[in-house]
C-alpha cells in the first residue's frame, strides 16, 4: 500500500504532499524533511530505491523516486509494493502532468494544486493504485474539465 506521494523541488520545498496513512502535521514536516534529506544525497546514477526513514516505518517501509528536472516525485510503499511498479506510477503521473498542463513545471503543481490533486486522485485513492492507462486517466480530466466549462457557462 502507498503510506505517501511527496513531491518537492531541489531546494526541499513541498510542492505536493499526500499522506494516506493519519499523522499529526509535525511529524508530517519532519518526514518531508528526513525524506527530502535521505533523497538529496544520493547521487542521479545510484538505484531510486531505498528504505524508508525512521519516521515513516523504517526498514518496513521503501521510498521509491525518480528526479525530473527541478522536482522529486517520492513514494513511500510498504513492503507488499512492487518496486518496478511504483516507478512505472510515477511515470504514468508525471507524462499524465505533462499531457494535462503541456510540459509540466513546478509553478503548475503551485498554481493548479487542484487539478494536480485530482489528477492524482484518478492514480492513486487512499493509497491503493486505481488507474495506470494515461489515455483513461486524460479522459476522465477532460470529461471533468468539460463539466466545470458548462457549468460555469450556466452561472449569471
Known sequence: ????????NNHGKPRLVRFYQRFPEEIQQQIVRETFH??????????????????????DYKLIYRHYATLYFVFCVDSSESELGILDLIQVFVETLDKCFEN????DLIFHMDK???IL?????????LETNMNEIVAQIEAQNRLEKSESGRQP
Open 1 to 8: 500500500m502507498i503510506q505517501a506521494i511527496l513531491v518537492f
Open 38 to 59: 535521505l533523497v538529496l544525497k544520493r547521487d542521479d546514477n545510484i538505484c531510486n530505491f531505498l528504505e524508508g526513514g525512521s519516521l515513516i516505518g523504517g526498514s
Open 104 to 107: 509540466v513545471c513546478e509553478l
Open 116 to 118: 494536480v490533486h485530482y
Open 121 to 129: 486522485q484518478e492514480v492513486v485513492m487512499g493509497g491503493m493504485v
